[in-house]
């Protein structure tokens, strides 16, 4: 698990929801020593604190988790698809382009 990466994510979505450590901590219900452990990478939550965590900044796990997981890559597509719905058409297909010529350099390696 990368623990960091799952670290820099909840800190986001803390920093997102405007809470500083120990307001975000005591809506949780850990310490705030706790959650700046967790969040530098350096402990990382049972599954049942990973939950609150969770649910208390509304973060989606497998937008969390992402780094760590298999199948994580779905999740990352998924938000690459999201980023590409707000461009025009004509920039989308650059995008599409510029990445269709980078997985196909990828593949020929």
């Known amino acids: 698990m990368d623990s960091r990466s799952l670290g820099r994510k909840l800190k986001?979505?803390?920093?997102?929801?405007?809470?500083?450590?120990?307001?975000?901590?005591?809506?949780?219900?850990?310490?705030?020593?706790?959650l700046?452990?967790?969040?530098?990478?350096?402990?990382?939550?049972?599954?049942?604190?990973?939950?609150?965590?969770?649910?208390?900044l509304a973060a989606p796990a497998d937008d969390v988790l992402q780094d760590s997981l298999?199948?994580?890559?779905?999740?990352?597509?998924n938000y690459i698809l999201k980023k590409l719905e707000v461009l025009d058409v004509t920039r989308r297909k650059q995008a599409l382009d510029i990445l269709d010529g980078v997985i196909s350099s990828l593949k020929n390696d």
């Open 12 to 34: 986001a979505y803390r920093a997102k929801a405007g809470w500083n450590v120990e307001e975000c901590s005591e809506r949780i219900g850990i310490s705030a020593r706790y």
């Open 36 to 56: 700046t452990d967790i969040e530098r990478g350096a402990k990382v939550p049972k599954l049942e604190t990973f939950i609150l965590i969770l649910n208390t």
């Open 70 to 77: 298999v199948a994580g890559y779905e999740a990352k597509s």
